[in-house]
C-alpha cells in the first residue's frame, strides 16, 4: 500500500486513466504506486521504472505477492522507456533538498539516500521528469507528481516554463498541496 501521502498521486492517477489506458510509474522504488493502480485496474497497462535493482527486486516481489502484472525496467528515469507513449507518468521522487534538517532520523537510517533527497532544493529529478515527459505522454496526457506543499509554486513555475496546461493542486490526506497534475499537449507534426 502506498504511504497516505502517495495515495493522492494514485487517486488522480486512476481517475485520469481511460479504459485499457496505459501507467508509467517513473521511480518505483518498492512498486507502491505500480501494485496499487494494477490492482485497482487490471485493464490499465502498467510499466514501473527504477534505477536500482534492489527496489527493482523489491518491486517485483511486491507485484508478485498481489498477483498483479507490471513490466518493470531497470532505467535511470524515463531512459529505458524513450519511443513509448503512456496515457498518465506518475512519479513519486525524491524531494527532500539536501541536508533538509527536518528529516525524520529513523527514515534517514532505513532508507538510502537516493531514495530520499532532491538535490539542493529538492526538485533535480523533478525537473527532469517534467523536461523528459512530454515525449512519452499520449497527446493530452497527463503527469502527475508528488513534491512538498513548499515546492508547489516552484514546480507550477517549471511546468508552465515547459508548456504544461491544466495544471492542478491536489491535497493529500493532511489538507497538504502535495500531488499537482498537468497535461502537456504535443503539437500536431506539420507535414513538410
Not at 507485484?63 to 502484472?69: D, S, Y
Not at 539516500?113 to 497527446?139: N, S, T
Amino acid at each position: 500500500m502506498p504511504r497516505s501521502e502517495t495515495e493522492t498521486l494514485v487517486e488522480v492517477a486512476l481517475a485520469n486513466l481511460p479504459d485499457r489506458g496505459t501507467l508509467l510509474d517513473v521511480g518505483t522504488g518498492a512498486g507502491a504506486i505500480a501494485v496499487a493502480v494494477k490492482h485497482d485496474r487490471p485493464d490499465v497497462r502498467v510499466t514501473a521504472v527504477e534505477l536500482s535493482p534492489a527496489a527493482l527486486a523489491l518491486a517485483r516481489e511486491n507485484a508478485e505477492f498481489v498477483g498483479v502484472e507490471i513490466n518493470f525496467i531497470e532505467s535511470n528515469l524515463l531512459a529505458g522507456v524513450a519511443g513509448q507513449r503512456f496515457h498518465v507518468i506518475a512519479a513519486n521522487l525524491p524531494y527532500i533538498p539536501d541536508g533538509d534538517p527536518r528529516t525524520e532520523p529513523g527514515v534517514v537510517r532505513h532508507e538510502p539516500h537516493l531514495a530520499l533527497y532532491g538535490g539542493k532544493d529538492g526538485l533535480d529529478l523533478v525537473r527532469r521528469v517534467v523536461a523528459d515527459a512530454p515525449g512519452c505522454l499520449e497527446a493530452g496526457g497527463l503527469l502527475v507528481l508528488e513534491v512538498s506543499d513548499e515546492q508547489a509554486p516552484a514546480t507550477r513555475g517549471l511546468l508552465e516554463a515547459a508548456g504544461y496546461t491544466e495544471i492542478e493542486f491536489h491535497r493529500d490526506l493532511a489538507g497538504i498541496d502535495r500531488v499537482v497534475a498537468a497535461r502537456h499537449v504535443r503539437p500536431a507534426h506539420s507535414v513538410s
